[in-house]
């Protein structure tokens, strides 16, 4: 008879806990992080010296970025390897960011920003939808009155009709790293699984988003008095449609808009 404590030890580990690790760090040039922060810093439009607090910061790419453009930046992720990452790459940077390991659904602060920032598709991994309503009312105690909370991930109505797909990345060091992209309708989540090849062999990541709708994530945001005005096709500030492949979302804390626009 095995113990409850056994049970839980036996469970598999949620696949966020290992998929954000070094071969993770190998995918990605991200050669369009500038254009990116660009297209934030246009829509918070803060002054110098504002708080923001970068959700699920990975390896600190945007994080550094807004850092040099004079705010106050503290980046928070449950990766150690990517924080790693991101600590060496401020300091070749001289930028100055602080960075918290932590899982978003234990976000400790109290009205202490004036933004929260949220990219490239970091909500919606729990299984339980629950748990990312759980986030969302710790991104809202987190931000000052009237602070704002920007959203940017795929685009499930563009995503949906583009998927399933395969593809390949070769890289410079001769590593192969094979990708399986899958829309699982029934469940409502984007599953991936990627297969690297190496002179290390053979490793193999899966990853599991929950593919929410516009109005379900405008409804999320509202339980936890965020109120969407604006909502984007992409960082690039284009105009959202159907067939977006980006959603950018732009909220504010305990200020409902008059309507809801979709351009710049």
């Known amino acids: 008879m095995t113990t409850p404590e056994a049970e839980v030890a036996q469970r598999p580990k949620p696949w966020y806990e290992s998929f954000f690790g070094p071969d ?3 995918q990605y040039a991200h050669t369009t992080t500038l254009q990116e922060v660009e297209g934030v810093a246009k829509i918070l439009h803060l002054r110098p010296g504002s708080r923001v607090l970068d959700l699920a910061c990975g390896a600190g ?12 930046v503290v980046g928070y992720d449950l990766s150690e390897p990517l924080l790693k990452a991101a600590r060496a790459a401020a300091r070749k940077a001289s930028a ?8 978003m659904r234990d976000l400790p602060y109290h009205g202490e920003f004036d933004a929260v920032v949220n990219l490239f598709t970091s909500f919606g991994y729990f299984e339980d939808p629950k748990d990312d309503r759980t986030v969302l009312a710790r991104v809202a105690r987190a931000l000052k009155a009237r602070g704002k909370f920007l959203m940017e991930r795929f685009n499930r109505e563009s995503l949906a009709t583009s998927l399933p797909s395969q593809s390949w990345q070769v890289r410079d060091d001769r590593s192969v790293i094979l990708y399986e992209d899958t829309f699982d309708i029934l469940r ?5 699984r990627q297969i690297v090849i190496d002179r290390e062999g053979t490793r193999e990541h899966r990853a599991s988003v929950r593919a929410y709708t516009f ?3 405008k409804e999320l945001f ?4 965020l109120f969407v005005h604006r909502v984007l096709g992409g960082l690039d500030l284009a105009a959202y449609t159907a067939r977006s492949r980006r959603i950018v979302l732009y909220a504010v804390k305990g200020l409902e808009p008059e309507g809801i626009r979709t351009v710049w």
């Open 61 to 72: 790419r945007h994080s550094i970025e807004l850092a040099k453009r004079g705010l106050e």
């Open 215 to 217: 109005p379900e994530l």
């Open 96 to 103: 100055r960011v602080t960075f918290v390991h932590g899982d």
């Open 24 to 26: 993770y760090l190998k």
């Open 222 to 225: 509202e339980e936890a008095g």
């Open 188 to 192: 409502g989540r984007y599953e991936t």
